[in-house]
Structures are given as structure tokens and as C-alpha cells.
């Protein structure tokens, strides 16, 4: 089994809906992150945790919410979903000593 | 300035070359420094790490750190088509130890 697993790992939405990415891990990582990628563009962040009760927006958080529910559970939701916001997203866990582990990514379109 | 910055490439060389990639990190007490590989479409992989000055050796890659010079780089002997993605500098920083990317180079392998 993945160390990090994603849900779901392919989804295509209609504009305005709201919907949730699901993020969990085995590792054992207080730190979790959730990012973005747009076709030939590097890793934009979106938001991390560094715990269950410390949240941090990333660069682009704008349209997006999280929630933490345990340690190994760091949830993505798009509100009201847009068609720019069509991308691959990843869940990723660190730890300084031995790296970060991203999940497999979830390939989301928004129609 | 990026906190973690690296050339986007495309970084062309030919099979069986050395091929050369370099990151620069703007936080000068990091400690933690990791390089992913990322082919189209896939989530980024951990290929290397190195916490102290100098060379670091497995197998046909080899990563170095220069602390004082706040750079970071990874070489690539024998260079295969095989070794053709994106490479990503990772860098711990900051007192609760974010990773942070660079948005990465992209290397091609001739054949």
C-alpha cells in the first residue's frame, strides 16, 4: 500500500460544484501539504499543516479550503469549483530528516 | 528573491554525458536538502538527499552542497533516455522545518 494515498485520483466536475480531495498517510509526518500543477509549471502551494491545529495558507489558496482532521488526514476542498482551477493536484508529507512523500495525485477537471 | 531557485531548462545533453543540475536556497541556516525526479504526469520521487558540505555518491548520481555558497547540485553520470523529467530541489528551512521546491529544471537525454 501507498505511503501517501490520494482520493480520488481522476474527477471531472461541473463549475460551481463543491468538492473534496482526500489526503492520508501511514508515514507517521505531523507535516502535510496540499499543491497544484499546471501542465509544464513547477509545484504551487496551496496549503499546509504543520499539526492538526496549525493551518498556514500556501501561495495560491484563494477558492480553496482545507481541514486536518487527524494526523494522518489533510482534506482539499473546492467550494464552488472553476473551470481555472483544472489541474493535478498532490498531497505530499515531510519530514526534514528523511524528505517529503507525495501521494499518487489527483487529476481534476472542471467543465 | 525565490527561497529556492533552480533554471527551468531545458537542460539538453547527449547519452552517456554528465549531466549537470544546480539550485541555489535563500535561507542560509537550512540543514535538509533533497533532489526529485518528476516525469510527465507522476508525482515527483525522492532520488537523493545530503545534510552535510561535499559530495554525496549513489550510483550514477552524485549530490553536492556547498553550504557557505547556499547551492545545491546534482550530477548525473552516463546520462540514459531513461533519466528525461523534470528535477526538483528541495530545501528544509524555517523553524518548524517547511520543505520548499524549486520549480525545477528539465533535462533531456539524446539518444
Known amino acids: 500500500d501507498a505511503d501517501v494515498t490520494q482520493t480520488p485520483r481522476n474527477r471531472i466536475t461541473k463549475t460551481g460544484k463543491r468538492i473534496m480531495l482526500e489526503c492520508s498517510q501511514t508515514k507517521g509526518h505531523d507535516r502535510m501539504y496540499w499543491y497544484r500543477q499546471d501542465p509544464g509549471l513547477g509545484l504551487r502551494l496551496i496549503y499546509y499543516s504543520f499539526d492538526v491545529k496549525d493551518i498556514n495558507k500556501g501561495e495560491i489558496s484563494d477558492g480553496y479550503s482545507v481541514s486536518r482532521q487527524a494526523q494522518a488526514k489533510f482534506s482539499l476542498s473546492l467550494e464552488s469549483a472553476i473551470p481555472n482551477q483544472t489541474a493535478l493536484y498532490f498531497c505530499?508529507?515531510?519530514?526534514?530528516?528523511?524528505?517529503?512523500?507525495f501521494g499518487q495525485g489527483t487529476r481534476l477537471t472542471v467543465v | 528573491q525565490k527561497e529556492v531557485e533552480q533554471n527551468s531548462g531545458p537542460l539538453s545533453v547527449p547519452e552517456g554525458a554528465i549531466a549537470s543540475l544546480n539550485c541555489t536556497y535563500s535561507?542560509?541556516?537550512?540543514?535538509?536538502f533533497f533532489w526529485y525526479r518528476q516525469y510527465s504526469g507522476k508525482s515527483p520521487e525522492l532520488i537523493m538527499s545530503i545534510y552535510s558540505n561535499g559530495d554525496k555518491e549513489d550510483g550514477r548520481f552524485t549530490a553536492q552542497l556547498n553550504k557557505a555558497s547556499q547551492y545545491v547540485s546534482l550530477l548525473i553520470r552516463d546520462s540514459q533516455p531513461s533519466d528525461s523529467a523534470t528535477y526538483l530541489c528541495?530545501?528544509?528551512?524555517?523553524?518548524?522545518?517547511?520543505?520548499?521546491f524549486g520549480t525545477g529544471t528539465k533535462l533531456q537525454v539524446i539518444p
Open positions: 505530499a508529507t515531510s519530514d526534514p530528516g528523511v524528505g517529503a512523500f
Open positions: 535561507d542560509r541556516v537550512s540543514q535538509s
Open positions: 528541495a530545501v528544509f528551512s524555517g523553524g518548524y522545518q517547511k520543505v520548499t
